[in-house]
């Protein structure tokens, strides 16, 4: 009775084995389910920066990195026959069959190397059937027939599963030893080998850190299994028994530097391919990341603001010839915060804005030294369809003095622009921002013209702005990632090409750099001066709640921002004064960018290729079109940076220019001398006490439809009473 139902048994499972067998997939009909690895950020140097966080972390190495000791050991307690079979063990299958069939489920194990290689590359997951069992072993026979045992052990030691520690499962002896021992497999010795050995078994029953004794006891079953092989020596094995586990929770695929700028790539990646591609792709990225500017960065914060209540700060540098973000630093910790204040923090820009308008206006083909307007109060009602919008002048007096663009700048008169940008029509203004690098939506309120937004912009997006002012009127799409390696050796070189698209004539941002040239040499941003030529504009917002210093070279553009961050704080006493951007902003700028360009030649502002044309301008608001007491009467062309009277550099003595700053009723008196850019800018500019500029009024809301409220750390959308406000001097 007994001989006759293993009979039965024995051809039930014969035909099983068949039918399995003759009804799966053929190996070259699969593809491999495992993934490539995890996927690493490298900075501009080729420093890694760190893993993209993912739930499976693998690391494929090469036989040679792998140590005897881990092959052997591995080979004796999984598959002693490994490199004497054909890739299954047909007795341990078939018994399991016979098993299976008496009784209904699988009881034995009988899985072989090669047939668990099967399963993690193919198949993805143990069933514990006998179908796939079978369907293992056939495809174990097959890749055997292809594959030397080198290469099997290899593959197999680089996608076996060896536990899962703080979520993470590690996938491949690499994985295992950075997770484990906090060490490369490559440095791995015979304990630790034969401890990461006796973990695919069972890898939560054997995980050291979950229970030392059963994973102590494991280990020493392995090391008992390679003495009895011949692997090692009984002695070795003794002595290896009595040894510590040596285990050390690692870091490795945890820790990223620069985390801010690591999850601003991280989110493009996931963008253009997919989560799933990006966790467990392998990929290689490199990004644009200067790792010393990075810290040059954050010395100058933390060297300036270096009191506990403090404002926060963020800095970005941008190479303005092809986009590159060099820079992504701010002070906040990203253990406090996630936040990323230079890439999605939406401030009000204040007076950086009108770099803008200033564009625009050039653009027009409007004379900046020669175009006048009346710095006064304008009361609401001024511009009839805002008739809530009024602009104070500077500490809420009125200058009552015709003022031209270039002396409007550099004192940063609101009232002038504000009238500018009114003469020049609100879209228009939005559509130059547009142009020259701002993304954030704009809503053509009169207000914007000098700062005053309903949504904010970013530190990124006015470092595009101020980059293309410095690259000839080319706007650059900010560029964070210059390439992608893929683990077949495909490389995505798009992500480094320059997108780059001509919005303005280098004549019209040579003549502007002339203008915010002298405004760090004698106007709101003197204290941002370094040693070699700069162009800068500040911003202030209403109470004083952000500070900016916005400015470039020829070669960095660079744009600091300062403010609480979490809420709307007036920046009334900040190391016992008032602030604003030409203050402590500017001084962040100063110490930052010294840093930055020591030991680098001085590079003047080129000479422009594209001669600049004014024409005549009569603006509802302004008071002149002339070129000094005579009637301008047609177009005229000459070289940017000269007025047509006197072909000085735009600031140069005029009739009616007044210093930075001026009293209002003083005796008008000429700009401070200084060359336009190009032409023998001072490597050492002239520091006279800074002019101080206006608080951008708030955006009007009186034609909003509504507001969408902004995330927390967002700056509020500026507040009505857009009358402005005084500016403390510095």
């Known amino acids: 009775m007994l001989a006759a139902t293993f009979a039965i048994g024995t051809i039930a499972a014969v035909a099983y084995v068949l039918h399995v067998v003759g009804t799966s997939p053929k190996l070259d009909e699969l593809h491999p389910v495992i993934s490539a690895g995890a996927s690493q950020v490298f900075a501009a140097d080729g420093a890694r920066l760190g893993f993209i966080q993912s739930d499976d972390v693998r690391s494929p190495v090469g036989w040679s990195e792998i140590p005897a000791d881990l092959k052997n050991a591995t080979v004796a307690i999984e598959d002693q026959r490994f490199y004497k079979d054909d890739g299954i063990d047909p007795t341990g299958i078939f018994r399991a069959a016979v098993k299976d069939a008496v009784h209904g489920q699988a009881l034995q194990g009988a899985s072989t190397i090669t047939m668990q290689l099967m399963r993690n590359l193919y198949l993805g997951q143990d069933d514990h059937t006998l179908r796939q069992k079978i369907i293992e072993a056939k495809l174990a026979i097959e890749y055997n027939e292809h594959h030397s045992k080198r290469s099997i052990l290899t593959s197999y030691l680089n996608s076996v599963p060896y536990g899962t520690v703080g979520g993470q499962t ?6 295992a030893a950075r997770i484990f021992f906090d060490k490369p497999v490559s440095q791995l010795d015979l304990e630790q080998s034969a401890l990461l050995a006796g973990l695919p078994q069972a890898p939560s029953e054997y995980n050291p850190f979950r229970d030392p004794a059963a994973a102590r006891e494991r280990r020493n079953e392995v090391l008992a299994k390679m003495a009895e092989l011949h692997y090692i020596t009984p002695a070795q094995a003794s002595a290896t028994e009595r040894a510590p586990l040596q285990v050390r929770l690692g870091t490795f695929y945890t820790e990223r530097s620069e985390p801010f700028f690591f999850e601003y790539v991280r989110e493009q990646l996931e963008h253009r391919y997919g989560k799933q591609k990006i966790e467990q792709g392998g990929l290689k990225v490199y990004t644009t990341i200067d790792l010393n500017k990075q810290r040059l960065a954050r010395k100058a914060i933390a060297e300036v603001l270096d009191e506990p209540e403090d404002p926060a700060s963020a800095i970005v540098t941008m190479d303005p010839h092809n986009g590159y973000i060099e820079a992504m630093a701010e002070s906040e910790s990203y253990e406090q915060s996630q936040f990323n204040l230079a890439a999605d923090g939406h401030r009000q820009p204040g007076s950086t804005f009108k770099a803008i308008d200033l564009a625009e206006a050039l653009s027009r083909g409007i004379d900046p030294n020669t175009t006048y307007y009346l710095s006064h109060t304008l ?30 700048t550099l004192t940063s008169d609101n009232t002038v622009y504000a009238q500018l940008a009114a003469d020049l029509g609100e879209n228009t203004i939005t ?26 912009v970013t530190p990124l997006e006015m470092a595009a702005v101020y980059s293309t002012l410095a690259d000839g009127g080319w706007r650059n799409a900010p560029i964070a990632i210059t390439k992608v390696v893929f683990p077949d050796g495909h490389v995505d070189e798009s992500w480094g090409k320059p997108h780059r698209v001509k919005v ?57 921002w300062m403010g609480y961050p979490n809420k709307r704080v007036p920046m009334t006493d900040v190391h016992g004064e008032p602030q604003q951007g030409g203050a402590l902003p500017a001084q962040i700028w100063k110490t930052y960018m010294s840093a930055v360009t020591e030991g680098e030649p001085c ?67 000429a700009t401070p001398e200084a060359p336009t850019p190009g032409a023998g800018a001072p490597r050492e500019p002239a520091t006279p006490a800074p002019a101080t500029e206006q608080p951008a009024p708030a955006a009007e809301p009186e034609r909003h439809a509504e507001r969408h409220a902004e995330p927390e750390r967002h700056a509020p959308a500026a507040t009505p009473a857009p009358t402005g406000g005084a500016e403390p001097r510095p």
Request: glycine share 12%; proline share 8%; aromatic share 8%.
């Open 379 to 408: 009361e609401p009602g001024w511009l009839p369809a805002y008739p809530t919008y009024g602009v104070k002048t500077f500490e809420g007096t009125s200058l009552n003095k015709s003022i031209n663009l270039v002396q409007a």
């Open 431 to 456: 559509e130059m921002a547009h142009k020259m690098g701002v993304k954030t939506h704009l809503s053509s309120y009169p207000a914007e013209a000098l700062g005053g937004l309903t949504y904010g």
């Open 170 to 175: 590690a996938t491949g002896v690499q994985a």
């Open 603 to 669: 590079v003047e502002f080129p000479q422009p290729t594209e001669p600049l044309s004014y024409q005549p301008f009569f603006g509802h608001f302004a008071t002149t079109g002339r070129y000094g007491s005579g009637e301008q009467t047609g177009e005229e062309s000459f070289e940017p940076g000269t007025t047509p009277a006197t072909g000085q550099g735009a600031g140069h003595a005029h009739a009616h220019h007044e210093s930075p700053g001026a009293t209002p009723g003083a005796t008008p008196r």
């Open 504 to 560: 303005l004539s280098d004549g019209i941002t040579s003549e502007e750099t002339s203008i915010l040239h002298q405004n760090v040499l004698s106007g709101t941003a003197v204290r941002s001066a370094i040693s070699c030529p700069t162009a800068a504009k500040t911003g202030t917002t209403t109470e004083l709640v952000d500070g900016w210093l916005d400015g470039y070279t020829p070669r960095y553009a660079t744009v600091v």
